[in-house]
């Protein structure tokens, strides 16, 4: 039973990943036949950010009182009627009222499975977890750049995927009975009998670093998934429907990133892997830099994908060795809404950014993002050997 509801964790993750990469996959198709500048896909963004940070905050009250299985369900529900909805839009005011619940599907369900696997599963099947939402963003810009380039539009392009994911939404509703019992991640033994609040986790030492990190780890990530379409196409002359497809290499290098990188954790621990993954970053946004053809910018973009892949699943399988298992919830909770707050704001200002000084500024805005999440995580591991120092001394 244990292993049929990691498998449907799995499953959702999957579901998670597909619509992430659409709309920046599209837009370079998508804004001229509605007629608005290309910075207006960060606006879009935001609203979708929004929703989640709503939701993220809401993760703690909503597992304890539905059970992940239906907050699951009911989120993927919820971003299916919005993908559909996405299809059958013919103005821009139409996408930014369907992003509302295309937002709000994403947030509790993220926190509350991500702070399940961190506590029962080793940090290996964390990566493999997040690779399962690497298929799926992996597979949503293919599948829009089969809609483009096979001349049936955008709109079919997320119809498609809206109904792959009507059909996980069966699945998921059919699979209910998986998560009662002993696999029910609400009303954790361990776990605080009321939600913490926000006063109180940010008073803990440490979260303000982390949440901090995390924030500038899925700006940096949000904004290169989102922009490496137009990158392509604008800096660097790729035809639309193959930067499209190309795009979605960034995430098939998060994908097979995390699939090595379950194996690596069987040697390095979670804050070496984040090291390993900030210096491939490093690299590849370098490589982005360089005066070189279409073909070493992609390489770049790839290597940023593979740079991501540990980042992730390692800072939030850190998260109960930090702070305790029973605060875990509450912290990861906030910190995928300042996951979300990153993915709002900076992708758009690059976009804002981008309509004065071009495209081709994407590489360093990467290298901005990537050196403050050095930063912020370099202070974490200051702060935490300090107190593992305290706590020896105390103890002699």
């Given at each position: 039973m244990t292993h049929l509801l990691l498998a449907m964790i799995y499953l959702s993750f999957i579901s998670l990943g597909l619509p992430d990469a659409l709309l920046g996959s599209a837009w370079p198709t998508m804004y001229p036949q509605f007629g608005v500048p290309v910075s207006y896909a960060g606006a879009i963004s935001m609203i979708i950010s929004l929703g989640t940070i709503f939701s993220s905050l809401q993760s703690d009250r909503l597992t304890r009182r539905f059970g992940a299985g239906k907050v699951t369900a009911v989120s993927v529900g919820l971003t299916a009627a919005a993908l559909w909805g996405f299809s059958i839009s013919h103005s821009f005011w139409l996408l930014c009222l369907w992003a509302i619940p295309y937002g709000l599907g994403a947030g509790s369900v993220d926190a509350a499975l991500n702070n399940y696997v961190a506590l029962h599963y080793a940090s290996r099947h964390m990566s493999w977890l997040h690779c399962m939402w690497g298929?799926?963003?992996?597979?949503?810009?293919?599948?829009?750049?089969?809609?483009?380039?096979?001349?049936?539009?955008?709109?079919?392009?997320?119809?498609?995927?809206?109904?792959?994911?009507?059909?996980?939404?069966a699945l998921l509703v059919f699979s209910l009975p998986l998560w009662r019992g002993k696999g029910e991640p609400s009303g954790e033994e361990g776990r605080p009998d009321r939600p913490l609040s926000l006063r109180e986790?940010?008073?803990?030492?440490?979260?303000?670093?982390?949440?901090?990190?995390?924030?500038c780890y899925c700006a940096l990530e949000s904004g290169a998934g989102l922009w490496a379409g137009s990158y392509l196409s604008l800096a660097r002359g790729v035809e639309t429907g193959t930067a499209a497809a190309q795009a979605g290499l960034f995430y098939l290098g998060i994908t097979v990133g995390r699939v090595v990188c379950g194996f690596i954790t069987f040697k390095l621990g979670d804050h070496q892997m984040i090291r390993l993954g900030q210096g491939l970053i490093l690299l590849g946004a370098v490589a982005l830099l360089l005066p070189a053809g279409p073909g070493v910018a992609l390489a770049g973009l790839i290597l940023v994908g593979l740079g991501c892949a540990p980042i992730y699943p390692s800072i939030i399988h850190?998260?109960?060795?930090?702070?305790?298992?029973?605060?875990?919830?509450?912290?990861?909770g906030v910190q995928m809404a300042s996951a979300y707050t990153g993915s709002l704001l900076m992708p758009s200002l690059f976009g804002v950014l981008a309509d004065r000084l071009g495209t081709g500024l994407l590489p360093f805005f990467l290298l901005l993002l990537l050196g403050l999440m050095v930063l912020g995580h370099e202070r974490l591991l200051k702060k935490s050997a300090g107190e593992k120092r305290e706590g020896t001394v105390a103890n002699l």
């Open positions: 298929i799926g963003a992996t597979a949503g810009p293919y599948i829009m750049g089969w809609a483009l380039t096979g001349d049936l539009g955008w709109n079919m392009g997320y119809r498609a995927v809206a109904l792959l994911q009507i059909a996980l939404t986790i940010f008073a803990i030492p440490g979260v303000r670093a982390i949440i901090a990190m995390f924030f850190s998260i109960p060795d930090l702070f305790g298992t029973e605060r875990s919830q509450a912290i990861i």
